[in-house]
């Protein structure tokens, strides 16, 4: 597979570079330099090596975690800002300075001197679903890409009223069909709680959504839950793995002859291509949300941003629908607030749930606390002066690989603490949101990233808010549920999830019964 080339510094400049590499000497410039990570600190107790290799690419948090150990003595800025560099590669700068991250993201697109998307992190991403994709692109491709994909996903085609009705009525067959199967699992064993890890239910449901919904495919529960879910899931762990372990960019198809793991993900990705064919294939019937998509752009040019969709919109969706559950089943107060407020719900419109106001404090605080994607990866395409807000500038030289570090940024104490908002930074207290609001401080200037920010902001973020605060909604008016463990640590791959598979103890609210019965959720 052809992959685009990432913009790199001419050779000359990487070698002009080596001396003062050799000499230690910081590459960047401004007021806010970042202070150096050393490759080998042995003594120092850090989690892990400041890059990604195979004994620790399953701990990326960890990795992330590694630049900032012991640096809250290095200064306002060097504190927020690291960077590794190695003679003769391009440095590498990681930040989880709100500030900066937003500059960075504002200055990201196609124009000369503005930052790409890196590339590297998701080389796995671009040889599963094609090169050319929205997702992995940069430039005019990027932006032609951008024109041809994003509109169907946007707010004004997603909520007219027409149509937003129909995707409504879908979907509330859908979640009310899941949900009654689980009430029906607790009459069938006498119970009158069940404890199961939830995460698997509502991924099958995300991918209902998307697939019947939205793309008007008509695929059964069971076809989802048992072979396209499974599917997919095996797809996501390869692509992480393959990032890190496929450094030639060897295709499946030939290490699929030495390997029987492979050959079983071979399957699995000829799975993958069948669910795309199968979604791209209702484009000519108009179901879903087809009729929407006006564009002559040939099958050819979407089926690799399908794939995108279908993979990172289940991936990213499932990731904040099951923080949102895990966080509410172990704070019991904000669960029986939001019941209070869903319970009254007798229709899911936009307008219906912006007067959702708690559940709204619940989704954004979800997204600060435990963003889905947990860094966004930026490159310099050339030498850059970067000027963020507070008036501090940053000068980045080209070739620099950039992880706007979101996961740590919304963790710190400094950005998001008591001094700021009220509550302590690393705690789930979605009545930071309510304080802000009161205070007007909600909107530009405490800025979580959750759907990114700029040129290059998540085009699915109405149609993924849409969905995980419909998910969400239903089941808090079906379901009382407390956590089965008390910890609640993550993992992360392309996203991040709760570690447990969102294990909850779930009892059927009594006062809904009724409405379950009567589908009307
Ligand atoms: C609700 C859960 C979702 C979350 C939390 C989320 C998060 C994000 C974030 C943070 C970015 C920015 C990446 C960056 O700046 O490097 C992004 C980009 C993107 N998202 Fe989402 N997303 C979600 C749902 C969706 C859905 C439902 C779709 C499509 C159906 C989608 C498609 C995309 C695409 C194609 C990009 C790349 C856009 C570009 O680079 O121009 N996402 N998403």
């Not at 050799?22 to 960047?28: A, E, W």
């Not at 090596?49 to 975690?65: K, V």
Request: charged share 25%; net charge neutral.
């Amino acid at each position: 597979m052809d992959l685009q080339p990432p913009p790199q510094p001419s050779r000359r400049g990487r070698l002009s570079r080596i001396p003062g590499q050799l000499l230690g000497k910081n590459p960047f410039g401004g007021d806010c330099l970042p202070t150096r990570v050393r490759l080998f600190a042995p003594t120092s107790k850090r989690p892990t090596l400041p890059f990604p290799h195979p004994w620790n690419y399953e701990r990326p948090i960890g990795i992330l975690e590694t630049y900032f150990w012991n640096s809250d003595s290095d200064g306002p800025s060097g504190k927020h800002n690291r960077y590794l560099e190695l003679p003769g590669l391009d440095p590498v700068l990681v930040t989880r300075d709100p500030a900066i991250i937003r500059a960075i993201l504002t200055a990201t697109g196609d124009r000369e001197g503005q930052f790409d998307r890196d590339t590297l992190p998701s080389t796995g991403i671009a040889r599963a679903t094609g090169p050319d994709t929205l997702l992995f692109s940069n430039g005019p491709t990027w932006r032609r890409q951008r024109k041809v994909s994003a509109s169907p996903f946007g707010k004004t085609t997603l909520f007219q009223p027409e149509r937003f009705h129909e995707f409504a009525e879908t979907f509330r067959k859908t979640v009310h069909h899941r949900l009654d199967a689980l009430q029906q699992r607790l009459s069938r064993e006498q119970a009158t709680e069940l404890e199961l890890p939830i995460e698997p239910e509502i991924k099958t449901v995300m991918l209902e959504l998307l697939t019947n919904c939205f793309f008007g495919a008509e695929l059964s529960y069971d076809e989802l839950r048992t072979t396209y879910v499974p599917a997919l899931e095996r797809v996501i762990s390869h692509i992480v793995r393959d990032t890190v372990s496929n450094r030639l960019g060897l295709s499946v198809e030939f290490r699929a002859r030495f390997s029987s793991r492979l050959r079983e993900i071979q399957r699995d990705f000829q799975i993958f291509e069948q669910l795309t064919e199968i979604v791209l294939a209702q484009r000519n019937t108009d179901r879903g949300l087809w009729k929407q998509f006006q564009s002559d752009a040939p099958d050819e040019l979407l089926r690799s941003n399908l794939k995108v969709f279908l993979a990172g919109a289940l991936e990213a969706t499932t990731s904040f629908a099951t923080w949102a559950i895990s966080h509410l089943a172990r704070s019991p107060l904000v669960q029986d607030r939001v019941f209070s407020e869903v319970r009254q719900l007798a229709d899911y419109t936009p307008e219906a749930l912006a007067r959702a106001k708690h559940l709204g404090y619940v989704l954004e605080e979800t997204l600060r606390l435990t963003p889905s994607l947990y860094f966004l990866p930026r490159r310099a395409s050339t030498d850059v002066n970067v000027e963020v807000s507070d008036g501090r500038t940053l000068a980045i030289p080209a070739g620099t690989h950039i992880l706007l570090d979101v996961w740590h940024a919304n963790r710190h104490e400094d950005h998001w603490g008591i001094a700021k908002t009220g509550f302590p930074a690393e705690e789930f207290h979605p009545e930071r949101w309510e304080r802000l609001a009161a205070e007007k401080r909600e909107s530009k200037e405490m800025l979580h990233f959750g759907f990114g920010h700029g040129a290059r902001v998540c085009p699915g973020k109405h149609l993924g808010m849409l969905e995980v605060a419909l998910v969400v909604g239903a089941f808090v008016k079906v379901f009382d549920f407390r956590a089965a463990n008390h910890d609640n640590p993550a993992v992360a791959g392309v996203s991040t999830k709760p570690a447990d598979g969102t294990r909850v103890v779930l009892t059927l609210r009594r006062d809904m019964s009724n409405d379950l019965a009567s589908s009307d959720l």
